[in-house]
């Protein structure tokens, strides 16, 4: 074997080497890098179903407490919750989410009693519940809070009437 033709071999085989190395590159290179967003985006909405399914618990405990009477001893308890909530909610919950409960904070806090507040800080706690089915995926949902909330306070018709009446 002559010299020319190890260098044609060589050279042959380089550019092989560098045409399918390049090749792979430019058609593998964004099917992984889709495969890789599609992934992330996937954990995300984990995180994201994990935050607002902690959030519904700690609303329907709070509601439950509410039933029961005890809300003042185990208030507390809710305000730990609903900080922890709040820690996930500024990483993982939508713009709609986030001014939703922004929303609600902001009229929580104007009203001093939770008699003064009535339902309409229960309509705007459930608002919230409504933007994370939302963020969700269940963008075509025809729910409103008075139909959320009667499925846990049977009378809600009678609350939502005197809060129109006032």
Do not use: C, H
Not at 51 to 79: C, H, V, W
């Amino acid at each position: 074997m002559d010299i020319k033709t190890l260098l044609l071999t060589l050279f042959i085989s380089i550019v092989g080497a560098f045409a399918t190395s390049y090749f792979a590159y430019r058609f593998y290179s964004p099917r992984l890098q889709a495969d890789l967003q599609k992934e992330f985006k996937s954990r995300f909405n984990e995180r994201k179903w994990d935050a607002y399914t902690k959030f519904a618990n700690i609303l329907y405990q709070l509601l439950e407490s509410i039933r029961k009477g005890d809300t003042d001893k185990k208030m507390p308890k809710y305000i730990s919750q609903m900080n922890e909530f709040l820690s996930l909610l500024w990483v993982v919950g939508s713009d709609e989410v986030v001014n939703s409960v922004s929303e609600w904070l902001r009229y929580s806090r104007m009203q001093s009693d939770v008699d003064e507040k009535g339902a309409e800080g229960l309509v705007r706690l459930i608002n919230i519940v409504i933007e994370m089915r939302k963020d969700l995926g269940n963008k075509e949902s025809n729910l409103s809070p008075k139909d959320l909330l009667s499925t846990f306070v049977v009378d809600i018709d009678e609350y939502l009437i005197k809060e129109k009446e006032l």
